[in-house]
């Protein structure tokens, strides 16, 4: 970024801890982003907010102890199902798996659990497949998005 957008004034790269809040949950991370150095707005580059939430998404998975976004992606490929499968298998709501998977919303401490249950004990998989109406893929290997 050249010049301040509001008053054309010289810009500023700027590295700084800040409190990001995620839902109801708040933490301290980095944050990168260009200050004008006349008026003191602040603006962020294309992508630097978002990396920004996926700092404070890590952080605050970690200080709870959840499974990472990559985590559950892992998996629900290695049962071979797609989003929507998953989230019936789970019984969770439309856009749940995604929203997880990209970080934008975490899963609740009850749901961590079932996903790592469902990780270790092939059966339970299978056991909330025929629970809820949901065909499990007999080889899943291949990564389904
Ligand atoms: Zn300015």
Redesign the pocket.
């Given at each position: 970024m050249e010049?301040?957008?509001?008053?054309?004034?010289r810009?500023n790269r700027v590295s700084e801890e800040r409190e990001v809040r995620i839902g109801r949950r708040s933490v301290r991370v980095l944050d990168q982003f260009f200050r004008?150095?006349?008026?003191?707005?602040a603006f962020y580059a294309p992508g630097e907010m978002d990396k920004t939430l996926r700092r404070a998404s890590e952080a605050i998975r970690h200080e709870e102890g959840l499974m990472s976004p990559r985590d559950i992606r892992g998996v629900r490929e290695r049962l071979g199902l797609t989003q929507h499968a998953f989230e019936k298998l789970l019984g969770v709501g439309p856009k749940t798996v995604v929203r997880w998977e990209k970080g934008t919303v975490f899963q609740n401490a009850s749901t961590d659990s079932l996903l790592r249950v469902i990780d270790a004990l092939p059966e339970s998989a299978q056991f909330l497949a025929d629970l809820h109406g949901v065909t499990l893929p007999e080889h899943p290997q291949v990564a389904i998005q």
């Open positions: 010049a301040c957008p509001v008053c054309e004034g810009m004008c150095s006349s008026c003191e707005e």
